[in-house]
């Protein structure tokens, strides 16, 4: 490769739309103020949070908490660490846990699933109790997991003193963590994310209905959960899907049952009326090839680490243009994700998103007469360059 083409590779330019919008860019009005503490709506593909409200506030999730009970339980499934049809034993302490139930006995067995529903669907109190020994042996020591797991999640405002959800003045969370919580659930495991639609759950010869109400109202909400005690107010995470976008939004701190629906759907509805997403490119895709100096191989693959997925005003996904930047002393060995470039999404003039080009494949060292002769080239390159 010579010097010229090497040049001319060392940035690239990527039309995403070449023909402008016919149309002006519709506007979009400001988003719907809600009668509740705290919101947050997100677009679960990429991320975005489109509108909030103290979303970052601390406030007590109420039985929101067993978002993330049920989500340490399906990971410790997908890990092998506990199976769905395990016999769990309930304990004493689990049977006594007051609030929601799902009814379970002390002394009896009940298996993981079927806890597993009673926590999403029945909100039992017992149930998250009775999960969080079998996992961690005690809730104290699930607390810690717990905590843990909203750290590698990057829940900066949540910490949990128990699997339930029950007032503790330490325990708390904000709108905008259990937005990404929910994002993870639904992303991270889609089988059991399933339950989570489930209208109701019958054990013990009691059939409890999901408090979710949107799941009867509004065809395109699957999940996720909700919560209630006096400090918190009415709660609720809710997610819906339409015409291939999916949503999640979050209430905190609503005055009633009816009202968390309400000001929900109120959310939903903006969200799906005024924005779209689009993903360009998916992870691992090759977006281009890279020129390597004192490889076995002249070349490396560069792509994405993770889709680059955007979310926009409706009409604003027409006008993007993305930019391709290469480091043009790129020298071996690489290694497989190592950053060898960027890609910049713009507006307008305005930088919108950016993310890594990472190396697909790794590069080895060339042999000594590529070296020598890269190291002659490359010296030649940056005196003109």
Same mark, same amino acid.
């Given at each position: ?62 039985? @929101? ?74 809730? +104290? ?24 959800? @029950? ?46 109400? @949107? ?27 339409? +015409? ?29 009326? #005024? #924005?779209?997403?689009?993903? #360009? ?26 889709? @680059? ?77």
């Amino acid at each position: 490769m010579n010097i010229t083409t090497l040049a001319k590779r060392t940035c690239l330019l990527l039309s995403l739309i070449i023909t402008p919008a016919a149309w002006a860019v519709e506007m979009v009005p400001a988003s719907p103020q809600l009668a509740a503490k705290a919101w947050v709506l997100m677009d679960a593909a990429s991320g975005n949070v489109l509108v909030e409200n103290n979303g970052d506030q601390r406030l007590p999730p109420a039985s @929101l908490t067993k978002l993330m009970t049920a989500y340490i339980a399906t990971l410790e499934i997908r890990r092998g660490q506990i199976g769905e049809n395990d016999p769990v034993t309930v304990s004493e302490n689990a049977w006594r846990t007051g609030g929601s139930r799902m009814f379970i006995k002390v002394g009896s067995q009940v298996t993981v699933s079927d806890l597993l529903h009673g926590i999403i669907i029945q909100s039992g109190n017992d149930a998250s109790v009775a999960l969080s020994e079998h996992i961690a042996g005690s809730e +104290d020591a699930f607390a810690d997991l717990m905590n843990k797991t909203a750290g590698d999640l990057g829940m900066t405002n949540s910490h949990f003193m128990n699997p339930t959800g @029950l007032p503790n003045p330490e325990h708390y969370s904000s709108a905008h963590d259990m937005a990404v919580l929910a994002r993870a659930i639904i992303r991270v495991d889609p089988v059991h994310y399933a339950i989570y639609s489930q209208k109701e759950f019958f054990w013990n010869n009691i059939k409890q209905p999901n408090r979710n109400l @949107l799941l009867w109202r509004d065809k395109t909400v699957d999940g996720l959960k909700t919560g209630h005690t006096e400090e918190a107010g009415y709660c609720m995470v809710s997610s819906a899907v339409r +015409d291939g976008q999916r949503l999640i939004a979050v209430v905190f701190g609503t005055n009633s049952e009816q009202a968390r629906a309400a000001e929900t759907q109120k959310l939903l509805t903006y969200g799906f009326r #005024f #924005f779209e997403t689009q993903t #360009f490119y998916k992870k691992g895709a090759e977006l281009a090839t890279a020129p390597v100096w004192k490889g076995a191989t002249s070349q490396v693959k560069a792509g994405l680490a993770e889709d @680059l997925t955007l979310t926009m005003p409706k009409g604003q996904l027409k006008k993007l243009a993305a930019s391709m930047t290469m480091n043009p002393h790129l020298v071996a060995p690489i290694a497989k994700g190592d950053v060898i470039g960027k890609v910049e999404v713009k507006l307008d003039d305005k930088v919108v998103h950016s993310a890594d080009l990472i190396a697909l494949d790794g590069v080895d060292e060339g042999g000594i007469f590529r070296r020598v002769w890269d190291s002659i080239r490359l010296f030649f390159y940056s005196l003109f360059n």
